[in-house]
């Protein structure tokens, strides 16, 4: 029984007529009269009454037509839910972040995908670097954004791309002697309390920092450590000691709070994007093309990467990368080290100067 057989013996019942009726579906009488006999084989029953007044379901006819009308709905549902589906429209989209994400780009970027894609379900996890690492790896995840370059088992098979740029910046209490000052030298912060993100989370950060600071230094060894930078303004603000992150933490102001440039200027590594290069899904690609409309240089280098994702010959849109061979000539962007670097870094984000919270 097929989709064809139900059309017909909808049309025989809407017409109660086999010349009608074949006349509407754009076929001859014979194989209409064929394709219902046939039906009626594999049903077990007769459906149609053939009177000299006209075709009349059956009881059983009556029964059957009643599913067959919901059949047909449903298939013809299922066909909308699945080119849905295939443009992304609907589905799923699992996002780890790390929580300075959430300054910038996420909230722009998130809004304007539940505009544009109400449908698809998004499924958040706040999670370090390492841990989404892992579990877009182990694909648990469909998309992260962490710091600096995905490492580990595996990593070599995402793709990664910056999404921002930041430099080490300090936070105080307004209460603070460094309060009201533009900046604070690297040697100054040796002798100080440090609030900082943990290691086990962020290693690249806290490996720049020893570099900065030095290997041993009593600062770092009893630094308080704290899980995210709202934290670690938080306890600035508390006046636990000098709070170190990225300046993107300029955006999240806090009363009470004093932020200082760090001298001489130190970049931190790169806010980075990253998904498994044979990712295949459509959810993935709308939010792709979502972060190439709202962050244009991002959007430039995923198409570096990837190739443009304008209109793809059919097969392709529904994949990042249409192939093997373009996986293979992804090359990740190396970070910066973490040290002190006078001159602003390309792309940077731009130097705003101390701000009282």
Known sequence: MEA??????LALAEHAHFGRAARALGIAQPPLSKQIA?????????????????????????????????ALDEIAAASVDAARAARGETGRLRLGFIASALLEPLPDVLGRFGRE???VRLELHEMATRRSTAALVAGELDVAIG??????????????????????????????????????DVDRLRRLP????????????????RTLLGKDSPALSGATIARDIHTIIGLAACGVGVGLGPSRMLTAPRRGTWFCE???RTPLPDLVLSFNARDRS?????????????????????????????PQ?????????????????????????????????????????????
């Open 282 to 310: 459509p959810a993935l690609n709308a939010f792709l093309d979502v972060i190439r409309k709202n962050c244009p240089e991002v959007g430039a280098a995923l198409d570096h990467r990837l190739g443009p994702l304008g």
């Open 117 to 119: 894609r109400p449908d």
């Open 38 to 70: 046939d039906l009626e084989r594999d049903v077990g029953a007769r459906l149609f009454d053939r009177t000299r007044q006209g075709v009349f379901p059956t009881a059983a006819g009556a029964a059957f037509l009643s599913r067959a009308r919901r």
């Open 147 to 184: 710091l600096g370059r995905p490492e580990g088992v595996g990593a070599e098979q995402l793709v990664s791309v910056p999404i921002g740029h930041d430099h080490l910046v300090a936070v105080v209490s307004s209460t603070h002697p460094y309060a009201g000052q533009a900046s604070v």
């Open 194 to 209: 440090l609030i900082v993100a943990p290691g086990e989370d962020e290693p690249a950060v806290v490996a720049g920092l």
């Open 4 to 9: 064809r057989h139900l059309r017909y013996a």
């Open 262 to 264: 760090v001298t001489p």
């Open 313 to 357: 010959e059919e097969g392709d849109r529904d994949s990042p990368l249409s192939d093997v061979a373009q996986a293979e000539r992804i090359v990740t962007s190396p970070q910066p080290e973490l040290r002190p670097d006078s001159p602003a870094t390309p792309g940077a984000a731009p130097r705003t100067g101390p701000r009282r919270r």
